[in-house]
């Protein structure tokens, strides 16, 4: 983990079990209380923070449809894989709940498109942000 992110590890652990929980939701449906049984087992609660991951979840179970349409809408003929969808629909959420600010979502869209996808999957979150974002 790179030195300036030494001080948020739990924000950054945190956020990369949201992608997770995204990505698991979209490959196969499930509910808030099922990931977050599954997420507790599995982490401690030394190095995640459960309400911030039970809140994007719940936030995104309830604006599912209107996050996917969206999604969707904005990147219409781009194939692209469902962990990308995962990291849009995660900038999607912390774009509406309006508690980080854009250069803080955008870095880490792009640092866990980095981690979690394909070499050059960055690039296309990156380009694709400022879609959703409509700038």
Not at 6 to 18: D, Q, Y
Not at 19 to 48: C, D, G, H, R, W
Not at 105 to 115: G, N, Q
Not at 129 to 134: N, P, T
Request: net charge positive; charged share 30%.
């Amino acid at each position: 983990m790179a030195k300036n992110l030494a001080k948020h590890k739990v924000s950054v652990k945190t956020r990369e079990c949201i992608i997770q929980a995204l990505y698991q939701s979209l490959m196969e449906p499930s509910s808030v209380e099922l990931l977050m049984q599954q997420f507790t087992k599995e982490n401690n609660p030394k190095k995640i923070s459960f309400d911030l991951l039970k809140s994007r979840l719940k936030y995104f179970f309830t604006n599912e449809e209107q996050i996917i349409k969206s999604l969707d809408s904005k990147n219409k003929g781009d194939n692209y894989q469902v962990i990308d969808k995962a990291i849009m629909a995660y900038a999607l959420i912390e774009r509406d709940l309006k508690e980080l600010p854009k250069e803080v979502i955008f870095d880490e869209s792009i640092r866990l498109a980095r981690k979690f996808s394909n070499e050059s999957a960055y690039k296309f979150i990156n380009a694709k942000l400022d879609k959703i974002y409509d700038l």
